[in-house]
């Protein structure tokens, strides 16, 4: 995965796989002299579509965001905005689903070392 240059130019970097999520993919983070590259890309899950009436109140939430201001403020404050939104949102619908995904993922892991 890495080439010759790159490891004569960053000779204390480390590749780590991570435990694989949800999906079958597995994240790889780069590592160098232990500094922090930041945190992980944001991840919606597609399970939480699957809640009856997810779609229709993001629609219904995102249009009834009543901000002014240039575009790129707007979309902006209005993608805020739908993420305070969203957090209560999920409190209120997907209470249990933070622990099922949790077992889920320890489950994978322990077939991922069998296998």
């Given at each position: 995965?890495?080439?010759?240059?790159?490891?004569?130019?960053w000779?204390?970097?480390?590749?780590v796989?991570l435990?694989?999520?949800?999906?079958?993919h597995?994240?790889?983070?780069?590592?160098?002299?232990?500094?922090?590259?930041g945190?992980?890309p944001?991840?919606m899950?597609?399970?939480?579509?699957?809640?009856?009436?997810?779609?229709?109140?993001v629609r219904?939430?995102?249009?009834?965001?009543?901000v002014?201001?240039?575009g790129?403020?707007?979309?902006?404050q209005?993608?805020k905005?739908m993420?305070?939104?969203?957090?209560?949102?999920n409190q209120?619908?997907?209470?249990?689903?933070?622990?099922?995904?949790?077992?889920?993922?320890?489950?994978?892991?322990?077939?991922?070392?069998?296998?």
């Amino acid at each position: 995965m890495l080439s010759v240059n790159w490891c004569s130019m960053w000779p204390n970097c480390i590749l780590v796989a991570l435990q694989r999520g949800l999906s079958d993919h597995v994240t790889l983070v780069l590592r160098m002299d232990e500094v922090n590259w930041g945190p992980r890309p944001l991840q919606m899950l597609k399970c939480l579509a699957d809640f009856s009436r997810y779609d229709q109140y993001v629609r219904e939430k995102w249009g009834s965001l009543d901000v002014q201001g240039w575009g790129g403020f707007v979309l902006q404050q209005k993608l805020k905005l739908m993420k305070i939104s969203l957090k209560q949102w999920n409190q209120r619908h997907a209470q249990k689903m933070e622990g099922k995904i949790r077992v889920t993922k320890d489950r994978m892991a322990t077939l991922d070392i069998k296998g």
